[in-house]
């Protein structure tokens, strides 16, 4: 994914967010994005004028809130074990798409290698026959560039 990606992806949420009623000082908290930043966003945006909602950070750690949007969750009936984090698909995979270091990672599955190419020493996750560090030095070591 490209940076800028990204970036896009976190002035989406920063606006989902304070449309929700959150206040800027907080969605700078949340999502590690500066406050001036925050604060130019929103204004160009024009949602200085939607209320804040003080409990919107509470509801989100209760999973009230959508933890990518901040809009409610609705209750399903009958469904059992953990409450729901997201309100729906679409929110779930760009809101991990953005914290990937946020996810849990089993610490059997890293593996320490040395590159074919270059020599440097790195470490990769769920695959333990890889032989490269990057794309770029699999290219030259094959292709002979």
């Known amino acids: ?3 800028n990606d ?8 920063v606006l989902l967010l304070r449309k929700s009623g959150m206040s800027n000082r907080k969605i700078a908290e949340y999502t590690g994005v500066s406050y001036e930043k925050v604060r130019y966003q929103c204004k160009k945006d024009d949602c200085d ?4 909602d003080e409990e919107l950070p509470e509801k989100i750690k209760t999973r009230e809130a959508c933890a990518f949007c901040g809009k409610p969750i609705a209750k399903e009936e009958g469904r059992r074990g953990r409450k729901k984090r997201f309100c729906c698909e679409k929110c779930r995979r760009t809101y991990w798409k953005i914290h990937r270091n946020g996810q ?8 320490t290698k040395v590159c074919a190419y270059c020599g440097k020493t790195f470490e990769v996750y769920g695959n333990k026959n890889r032989k490269y560090c ?9 292709f002979g560039s």
């Open 49 to 52: 004028s939607i209320p804040v």
């Open 104 to 111: 849990k990672k089993n610490p059997k599955a890293i593996y």
């Open 134 to 142: 990057c794309h770029e030095h699999y290219v030259a070591d094959y």
């Open 1 to 3: 994914m490209k940076k």
């Open 6 to 13: 990204q970036t896009e992806e976190k002035n989406e949420q």
